[in-house]
């Protein structure tokens, strides 16, 4: 019999990203947002080398927007900068600091892992599975969401022709430690 075994995981082992879009009849104007949450944790419990257990948290506070991609005219840092600030406002940071995932099934899949679980943003839990690809070391998973399933409200200029699309992806790129 196997004992179980603990693999954590967060930034010093790879990336945790949010990619937005822009949508509306000013679209053209926008940009298409890469995210990085800096500080972020996964716990994946296992029992030999089979997953039995994974939660993924977050901390909101930490996002940082790396870049921009689209626009009249590339994305300027203080441009960057009013992005988080809308960004962090958008998923309302001062009453929930945490985003959470908890697998409550684990199953193999050809390549990997299919989690099933709950989704917690902005104080709403939603269900939501994500597929994980593991390579050797390397782990990746990617998963697309609406914003206002979690009530989070998309960030929009001139009077709603540009806004932020309410579909976004998030996706993990991780090495597991040795």
């Known amino acids: ?10 930034p010093e082992q790879g990336t945790f990203t949010l990619r937005t879009g822009v949508v509306g009849p000013a679209a053209r104007t926008g940009h ?6 800096e500080r972020w944790q996964a716990t994946v419990d296992l029992d030999g080398n089979v997953p039995t257990a994974a939660v993924l948290a977050v901390n ?8 921009g991609e689209g626009g009249i005219t590339p994305m300027t840092p203080p441009e960057r900068a009013l992005a988080r600030v809308n960004a962090l406002k958008s998923l309302k940071v001062t009453r929930f600091g945490d985003i959470t995932f908890r697998a409550s099934a684990i199953t193999a899949t050809d390549d990997g892992y299919s989690l099933t679980g709950d989704l917690s943003i902005c104080g709403k839990t939603r269900p939501h599975s994500v597929t994980v690809v593991v390579d050797g070391t390397q782990v990746s998973g990617e998963s697309s969401l609406k914003q206002t399933d979690f009530g989070v409200k998309q960030y929009s200029l001139m009077m709603g022709a540009l806004k932020v699309a309410d579909e976004v992806t998030v996706a993990l790129e991780a090495t597991i430690p040795t």
Do not use: C, K
């Open 1 to 10: 019999m196997s004992s179980p075994s603990q693999i954590l995981l967060g």
């Open 32 to 37: 298409n947002l890469t995210i990085e949450f």
């Open 60 to 67: 909101v506070e930490s996002l940082q927007v790396r870049s």
